[in-house]
């Protein structure tokens, strides 16, 4: 069994005590490769390092909405620079959150459109944080189209769902999947085109039922796993097999070489 984090943090400080060995465990439990997106322009550079270090971390550099208050004026010009001289898999984590209080919506929109313009040019795929913005982000997405990409953690509608499909996205799903209340995720989850479908952790964050009030990690990816095959009642092989090639297509990760120092943690 081969299975792909599409979305975890395995840069951010949370892991720097045990970095490896949640790598080496991670790998122990079917995982073969991480989609690793950056937050903050500040943490582009360790992750670049880490990507050189670690074989099958795949990169994505942009700027969250959540953390709008970090952004620096320059921050977008930059990224611009970061992506033509460090070819990520993908522009993210960025998008639209208007479920955080005291976050500027306008701001939000601006960064989001001037990332969004990155990608386009860059012709990358996106990889999307929407909260409670989910009409905004489709309207905006319609408007400057982009080489499709990810929909983080999705929580939308069936309807929302068809609309992101017909502009080339996929949807992540994760831990809260192991929730027995989640049923309207379930159920989405059950409803969706498994050719649309990609497991993640998010790691740190939003673990899994199994390990409840505990740091979140990639080596979790197989409770999503048999969550997402008991729901669609289909064998946990066959929806790994599917789901990490939807990863590879989605991200056109076999194109994208890692240095040639990187090594094989």
Known sequence: MELIDSHCHLDQPAFDNDRDAVIKRSRAAGV??????????????SLWALSQQV?????AFGLHPVFL???APGDVEQLEQ??????PVAIGEIGLDFHVDGLDADRQQALFEAQLLVARNARLPVILHVLKAHDRVLSTLKRLRVSGGIVHAFNGSLQQAQQYIDLGFSFGFGGMLTFERSSKLRALASALPLQSILLETDAPDMTVAQHRGERNSPEYLPFCLAAL???????????ARITTQNARERLDLDRWQPPRDAAGS
Do not use: N, T
């Not at 073969?32 to 550079?45: E, I, R």
């Not at 970061?82 to 070819?87: E, N």
């Open 32 to 45: 073969a490769g991480f989609v690793v997106p950056a937050v903050q322009a500040s943490g582009w550079p």
């Open 55 to 59: 074989a099958a971390l795949y990169p």
């Open 69 to 71: 208050a970090d952004h």
């Open 229 to 239: 095959a008991a729901v669609r009642d289909m064998d946990p092989l066959e929806v």
């Open 82 to 87: 970061w992506v033509a001289h460090h070819r």
